[in-house]
């Protein structure tokens, strides 16, 4: 008898709305034969690099290089991904194409639209549900809010509105699910995101959905 693969299960969201916190729990509930990856994946030879120019503001890339980076990133994660899938595991991913493509597309730099971003993103697996955690508040007093790049209040609204064109773009309405945390506790957030989750369908058979 053939196995149902795993569910690939994406939490996306800007700076400091709690998606690693929702990630662990859901990891938790999830229980045995559950993978969560956080990207950007530290880890690697190319996350280290992506390390060093998050945290070291005197550190120089072009900005195209440092968004190739980001993606090759993902890509030498795909086949893993891939693989526990298949062996009937869930995945759960912290950030991944969407955030990629919004911070990079919300530098404004000339030639670096929305669409040059996506590109290099193409072909990689498609979660089958992506949750968007969404926050009214401001953010910016979080602890350790500031330190590396990209964590500005007026950076972040522009990375906002590129979500949401890129939302459009990939016709999400069928695998996206906007969950506003504004105001709940971490207790209500995991438990909105579970009952969203155990609504998920599996899919029973070996096929997965790509960036396209
Ligand atoms: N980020 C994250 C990108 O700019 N591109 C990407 O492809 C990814 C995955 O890196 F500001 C940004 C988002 C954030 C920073 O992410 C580090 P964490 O989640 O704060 O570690
Ligand atoms: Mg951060």
Known sequence: MSKNRGKLILIEGLDRTG????CEL???QFGESTTLLKFPDRSTAIGQQINQYLTD????????????????????????????????DNVI????????????????????????CYSCD???????????????????????FGEERYENNSFQEKVREQFYKLFEKLDSQNDLVIVDVTGCTIDQV?????????????????????FE
């Open 122 to 144: 193409r072909g990689l697996v498609r979660p089958d549900l992506t949750l968007f955690l969404v926050n009214h508040e401001s953010n910016d007093t979080r602890e350790g």
């Open 93 to 116: 991913m912290d950030r991944y194409v969407y955030s990629g493509v919004a911070y990079s597309a919300a530098k404004g730099i000339e030639g670096m639209d929305l669409e040059w």
């Open 26 to 28: 859901l990891r938790q």
């Open 57 to 88: 503001p005197s550190y120089k890339l072009p900005d195209q290089a440092v968004h190739l980076l980001f993606s090759a990133n993902r890509w030498e994660r795909n086949d893993y991904i891939r693989n526990k899938l298949l062996m009937g």
């Open 19 to 22: 998606k690693s916190t929702q």
């Open 190 to 210: 995991s438990k909105k995101i579970w009952t969203i989750v155990q609504d998920t369908k599996q899919i029973p058979s070996t096929t997965f959905k790509l």
